[in-house]
Nanobody
Framework: QVQLVESGGGLVQAGGSLRLSCIAP????????MGWYRQTPGNQRELVAT???????NYADSVKGRFTISRDNTKHTVFLQMNSLKPEDTAVYYC?????????WGQGTQVTVSS
C-alpha cells in the first residue's frame, strides 16, 4: 500500500561511484528508520546500511568506508552514496522503511559493477 520509489542504479566500472535515491511517503518518513538492502540471485537479502530518524547510521562491514547513507527529511528521501565500487557490490538494491511493526520496501534497482 505504501510505495517507496527508488532510482539511481546502473552499470559502472570497478572503482566508480553511484548514488541511489529513495522517495518515501511524507506521512511516515520522519519517524522511520530507513535502510538499504541488497540481494543477488539465489542469495538472501542482506543489510547494507541504515539511518535512524535522528541520523544515526549503521553499515555492513563490507561497505564501511565506501558507502554513505543519508536522508533529507524535507524531501522525504534517503540516499546511498556508493564509492570505490567493486564487482562484489553487484546486486539489486532495495530501499526499506521501518517503524515498529510497520515495514515497507521499494521495488529494487539494479547495480552492476564491471571488472
Amino acid at each position: 500500500q505504501v510505495q517507496l520509489v527508488e532510482s539511481g542504479g546502473g552499470l559502472v566500472q570497478a572503482g566508480g561511484s553511484l548514488r541511489l535515491s529513495c522517495i518515501a511517503p511524507g506521512n511516515i518518513f520522519s519517524l522511520y528508520t530507513m535502510g538499504w538492502y541488497r540481494q543477488t540471485p539465489g542469495n538472501q537479502r542482506e543489510l547494507v546500511a541504515t539511518i535512524t530518524s535522528g541520523g544515526s547510521t549503521n553499515y555492513a562491514d563490507s561497505v564501511k568506508g565506501r558507502f554513505t547513507i543519508s536522508r533529507d527529511n524535507t524531501k522525504h528521501t534517503v540516499f546511498l552514496q556508493m564509492n570505490s565500487l567493486k564487482p562484489e557490490d553487484t546486486a539489486v538494491y532495495y530501499c526499506n522503511a521501518n517503524f515498529f511493526q510497520r515495514n515497507y520496501w521499494g521495488q529494487g534497482t539494479q547495480v552492476t559493477v564491471s571488472s
